[in-house]
């Protein structure tokens, strides 16, 4: 009896060192560094007022000026309220992780029973001393299952800073064209009421009249989509930064910025996305806790039951003789039906899938990263070409047209088809630069991390074929 006392504090000794505790900031720190290498910006999970009024006090100071790209991105998040709920689910993990890295809490029964002079008590702690044994395992699970949260939360992150930036260009982008077609339109008119003129004086047939109000009145209908198209846009970046009331008047930048001069060079994007995609990182923890899982499941085999309980009983006659007994219950499963080989099993081929998916993401990932640098590449040049090239020709042939106009070479019409193919290029030019920063957002997101949410649609399957023996 006193042997197995003191196994049993020695075992419970070492199962309280090994136990966790709550980090000072709920697993933000993990976060903070992963995504401040790829945004460069700020992550806090508001648990306080003081961190609110923090917050509020530093959006109302980006929204005071032109909203930039980057700007955008820090006021989502700090205001996205989605993102807040992924850093207390965090919180929440770690709260799990903390619990499953606990030993088991003794029970302690007390009995009496009394009747015709006699009476009889009997005192009983009882312990999982299984539970005990398995402690270090279980909490190595919980800690990798925690560090899994954390990437999830930093692979949140990554993912809204993306769709903010792609929601930043799509809205300027948009609002440029309108501007554009603002500018066309007004053009339009004014030919339409030229040549409505001319047709009055026959100098003009029906024909042609009829081609220019068509100009202007296409011209009306797409500055009316797009003026629709710009307002969507907008909205979308105000939802994803979770603004609403006196915040949605912010202001953005007229245009585009301008092309890098130079592209970014690549030659080991397959290697870099391999070793800094987050969910190839929560794939690879999920992994190691379901090898961890197999192990369990391999010890705890043929026993899955094994409690210790120490008894002390008092029996009183009526003679009022007091009769003291001490002893120990033990309880332990025999395996007759079930020898552990299914648990064994089910935990092995959740380790081959978990294997399996991995490997097949961590292909898909060279793919993307591949795709993406070929896509972002092929849109600088792109965009690069109609910058150096068709707008600068662009810009010569109406320069030219003006001069020819001016000394009645060419009638106004031939003025007015060269400012419609002129109209053409420049929001050919506006959609290249648009995809350009969309490309390079696509790049970031290929290498980084916080692509769409089939990005980690594999990782999630994964996470969530526990092994038997996790539970």
């Known amino acids: 009896m006193q042997g197995i006392g003191r196994l049993a504090a020695l075992v419970a000794a070492t199962a309280l060192a090994g136990c966790a505790s709550f980090s000072p900031d709920g697993g933000m720190s993990v976060v903070a560094d992963i995504t401040g290498r790829t945004t460069a910006k700020e992550v806090a999970s508001v648990r306080t007022g003081d961190d609110a009024a923090r917050m509020r006090e530093a959006t109302r100071k980006l929204l005071a000026r032109p909203l930039s790209a980057d700007a955008a991105v820090q006021v989502a998040l700090f205001n996205n309220k989605g993102l807040q709920a992924a850093f207390h689910q965090l919180a929440l993990s770690e709260a799990d992780a903390v619990e499953a890295s606990?030993?088991?809490?003794?029970?302690?029964?007390?009995?009496?029973?009394?009747?015709?002079?006699?009476?009889?008590?009997?005192?009983?702690?009882?312990?999982?001393?299984?539970?005990?044994?398995?402690?270090?395992?279980?909490?190595?699970?919980?800690?990798?299952?925690?560090?899994?949260?954390?990437?999830?939360?930093?692979?949140?992150?990554?993912?809204?800073?993306?769709?903010?930036?792609?929601?930043?260009?799509?809205?300027?982008?948009?609002?440029?064209?309108?501007?554009?077609?603002?500018?066309?339109?007004?053009?339009?008119?004014?030919?339409?009421?030229?040549?409505?003129?001319?047709?009055?004086?026959?100098?003009?047939?029906?024909?042609?009249?009829?081609?220019?109000?068509?100009?202007?009145?296409?011209?009306?209908?797409?500055?009316?989509?797009?003026?629709?198209?710009?307002?969507?846009?907008?909205?979308?970046?105000?939802?994803?930064?979770?603004?609403?009331?006196?915040?949605?008047?912010?202001?953005?930048?007229?245009?585009?910025?301008?092309?890098?001069?130079?592209?970014?060079?690549?030659?080991?994007?397959?290697?870099?996305?391999?070793?800094?995609?987050?969910?190839?990182?929560?794939?690879?923890?999920?992994?190691?806790?379901?090898?961890?899982?197999?192990?369990?499941?391999?010890?705890?085999?043929?026993?899955?039951?094994?409690?210790?309980?120490?008894?002390?009983?008092?029996?009183?006659?009526?003679?009022?003789?007091?009769i003291r007994e001490r002893g120990y219950d033990l309880q332990f499963q025999i395996p007759i039906f079930d020898g552990g080989e299914v648990r064994v099993r089910q935990a092995a081929e959740t380790y081959n899938i978990a294997f399996n998916r991995l490997t097949e993401r961590a292909v898909t990932v060279r793919s993307e990263a591949r795709d993406a640098y070929r896509s972002y590449r092929a849109a600088y040049d792109i965009a690069g070409h109609y910058a150096r090239e068709v707008l600068p020709l662009r810009q010569i042939i109406s320069e030219e047209m003006q001069l020819r106009y001016s000394s009645m070479q060419v009638d106004i019409f031939a003025l007015l088809l060269e400012a419609r193919q002129r109209l053409a290029s420049r929001r050919a030019a506006i959609d290249a630069v648009r995809d350009f920063f969309l490309a390079e957002a696509e790049l970031s997101a290929a290498v980084n991390g916080g692509g769409g949410a089939a990005a980690e649609t594999t990782a999630q399957q994964t996470a969530s074929a526990v092994a038997p023996g996790d539970h």
């Not at 312990?127 to 990437?151: C, K, N, V, Y």
């Not at 929601?167 to 300027?172: E, K, L, M, N, P």
């Open 102 to 322: 606990l030993p088991p809490n003794p029970t302690f029964s007390l009995m009496r029973i009394s009747g015709d002079g006699a009476f009889e008590a009997e005192r009983q702690v009882a312990g999982d001393i299984l539970a005990l044994a398995t402690l270090p395992l279980r909490s190595e699970i919980a800690r990798e299952r925690f560090h899994q949260a954390q990437l999830r939360a930093a692979l949140a992150t990554l993912r809204l800073a993306a769709e903010v930036r792609r929601a930043h260009v799509r809205v300027v982008a948009a609002n440029e064209l309108v501007a554009l077609l603002v500018e066309a339109q007004s053009a339009a008119e004014a030919t339409a009421k030229l040549a409505a003129k001319l047709g009055e004086t026959g100098a003009l047939n029906r024909l042609d009249q009829a081609r220019e109000q068509v100009f202007y009145a296409e011209t009306t209908a797409e500055l009316a989509t797009a003026r629709r198209a710009a307002g969507s846009a907008r909205e979308r970046l105000i939802r994803l930064m979770g603004l609403w009331g006196d915040d949605l008047d912010f202001r953005l930048p007229g245009k585009l910025p301008a092309l890098p001069r130079r592209p970014l060079t690549e030659p080991f994007v397959e290697r870099d996305a391999v070793a800094h995609r987050i969910d190839l990182q929560i794939a690879r923890l999920e992994l190691t806790a379901l090898a961890t899982s197999l192990q369990l499941s391999e010890a705890t085999r043929f026993v899955t039951l094994l409690d210790l309980a120490g008894l002390e009983r008092k029996t009183g006659e009526p003679d009022g003789r007091v």
